[in-house]
């Protein structure tokens, strides 16, 4: 996935300005089905493309407490 100017970067309102922070473009899913991931701190990096299901679960995993304390 490439980075667009078009999409609208969105990050936790639970990170801090450690710059460790994970973003997604949320306004990317009705027209691709797949939402867009990258790191906070390099913006202009890789971008990773995941599949509705699949970061649905992620977050339920984070929610769960399945990866440790963050």
């Not at 009705?30 to 991931?37: E, K």
């Amino acid at each position: 996935m490439t980075n667009s100017p078009r999409l609208t970067w969105c990050k936790s309102s639970y990170s801090g300005n450690g710059g460790s922070c994970v973003e997604w473009a949320p306004t990317h899913i009705a027209t691709t089905g797949t939402i867009p991931v990258r790191d906070s701190k390099n913006p202009t990096g890789p971008i990773l493309g995941f599949s509705v299901v699949s970061f649905a679960s992620f977050i339920e995993g984070v929610k769960a407490g399945e990866f440790g304390a963050v």
